[in-house]
């Protein structure tokens, strides 16, 4: 499965996180994604998504199985599902971790054991670990563990599912960028009384 776009990602966490904590609104309409989307609290970074955005995000999740259209019974507005669980073949509790990932980024199992207390009850940090070992030795890993930071002393766990900044290697420099630094590079030789650097053939 190709990786999730961030606004991908930020729609079905929100859709996995309101099924789990307000049932009673489930399925949810365009307007109560974009609403989700866009909270201030529980989301990090802070979005501001608009209609357009969200709409895309959902034909997207639609194209991985991941989420889908329904109608209430009798009702004529449009409502959206996630289908984490039949096509990632994950249980509540994974479900549970996967949308905090989504929704916040990177954490500690014990950030993600408070953090999904709203969704599913863990007994402890370590049942929290081992699910998310779970994820990860996966035919097709869900979650991977990162390296600890200097100074931490838990080390945090990010959803492979997400697009990761930086996860690409770097286009080719900015032309403009190396003129300037070769510009600085004259100026500097010029003032040790060196000979002009050559250009690389």
């Not at 609403?35 to 999740?61: F, H, I, K, M």
């Not at 009850?121 to 994820?135: H, K, P, Q, T, Y």
């Not at 563990?145 to 900015?174: I, T, W």
């Amino acid at each position: 499965m190709e990786p999730l776009a961030p606004e991908e990602a930020r729609v079905l966490g929100a859709l996995v996180e309101k099924a789990f904590t307000t049932p009673e609104v489930y399925p949810l309409t365009v307007n109560a994604i974009v609403a989700a989307c866009n909270q201030r609290s529980n989301r990090d970074p802070v979005v501001d998504y608009d209609t357009e955005t969200v709409e895309r995000a959902l034909r997207g999740l639609d194209d991985r199985h991941l989420a889908r259209l329904t109608r209430a019974s009798g009702g004529r507005t449009v409502r959206y599902v996630h289908r984490c669980q039949p096509t990632l073949e994950i249980d509540d509790e994974q479900t549970a971790l996967i949308a905090v990932l989504l929704l916040r980024g990177p954490q500690t199992p014990g950030e993600l054991r408070t953090r999904t207390d709203r969704y599913v009850s863990f007994a402890d940090v370590a049942a929290v670990e081992e699910r998310l070992g779970d994820l990860m030795v996966r035919t097709v890993p869900l979650v991977e563990r990162l390296e600890r930071a200097p100074g931490q002393k838990e080390s945090r766990y990010r959803c492979l599912l997400l697009e990761h900044a930086g996860s690409e290697p770097d286009s080719d420099p900015d032309p403009d960028r190396l003129d300037e630094i070769e510009r600085r590079l004259s100026r500097i030789e010029a003032a040790l009384g060196m000979e002009p650097t050559a250009p690389d053939a």
